[in-house]
């Protein structure tokens, strides 16, 4: 099956600083990406929407420059976290979308975010 | 709009027992709909999907789900329930964007198996 990798698996910084995690789709291109963030016991809540070689779509509520998204090749998208805060800890999760499989979105692993 | 409705943010059932795990959607079109299962610290692992084809949709682990279409509803089942099934159960409901498949997710649906 098609895999995503999400790296790194947890981190932890200091208040101010910027975050990057990086979203892989191992096996599979995938000209879509999306980023979600969950709160404890809570579901995923979708941030962004990132295409390859155009500019994420952020969702309502979401700040743009706060969650920096790249999306360079068909293969990887990175979330920066910048000046980040105590209450941006959470849990992040990438997903990308398998065009051959009825658009199927593949999970990542999640990155454990805590902000000091 | 989609949007995807679980009742029940806890169900407790004993091993051995008939699992059931609600869901109801809302949808302007046809939808596709899936149910996801995740464990402690972890991303999320499909379950099922249902993309139109037959109604009653089997998956891993021994889960199923049949699409209702009168009903709205698109509920998991499992006849016997194990321990490694104690999980958070999502179900969601996609909507084609220009560049993939968006998914919305409902609250989720915390499963606690008993012996």
């Known amino acids: 099956g098609a895999v995503v990798s999400q790296h790194p698996s947890r981190v932890i910084c200091k208040s101010g600083t910027s975050v990057k995690i990086e979203c892989r789709s191992l096996d599979f291109q995938a000209t879509t990406m999306f980023w979600y963030r969950q709160f404890p016991k809570k579901s995923l809540m979708l941030m962004a929407t990132?295409?390859?070689?155009?500019?994420?779509?952020?969702e309502q509520g979401v700040e743009k420059d706060k969650f920096l998204i790249n999306h360079a090749s068909l293969t990887l998208s990175t979330l920066t976290v910048t000046s980040a805060h105590p209450e941006d800890s959470s849990f992040y999760i990438c997903?990308?979308?398998?065009?051959?499989?009825?658009?199927?979105?593949?999970f990542g692993p999640g990155t454990r975010l805590t902000v000091l | 709009a989609q949007s995807v409705t679980q009742l029940g943010s806890h169900v407790s059932v004993s091993e051995g027992a008939l699992v059931l795990l609600r869901c109801n959607y809302s949808?302007?079109?046809?939808?596709?709909l899936f149910w996801y299962v995740q464990y402690p610290n972890q991303g999320l692992q499909l379950l099922l999907k249902?993309?139109?084809?037959?109604?009653l949709v089997k998956g891993i682990n021994g889960f199923e789900a049949e699409f209702k279409k009168s009903e709205t509803s698109f509920h998991l089942t499992k006849p016997s329930a194990h321990m490694s099934d104690a999980a958070e159960y999502f179900c969601?409901?996609?909507?084609?964007?220009?560049?993939?498949?968006?998914?919305?997710f409902g609250t989720g649906t915390q499963l606690k198996v008993e012996l």
């Open positions: 990132s295409n390859e070689g155009s500019k994420a779509t952020y």
């Open positions: 949808s302007s079109v046809p939808p596709y």
């Open positions: 249902y993309t139109s084809a037959a109604t």
């Open positions: 997903s990308a979308n398998e065009p051959r499989s009825y658009n199927e979105q593949f």
């Open positions: 969601a409901v996609s909507t084609l964007t220009g560049g993939g498949n968006k998914l919305t």
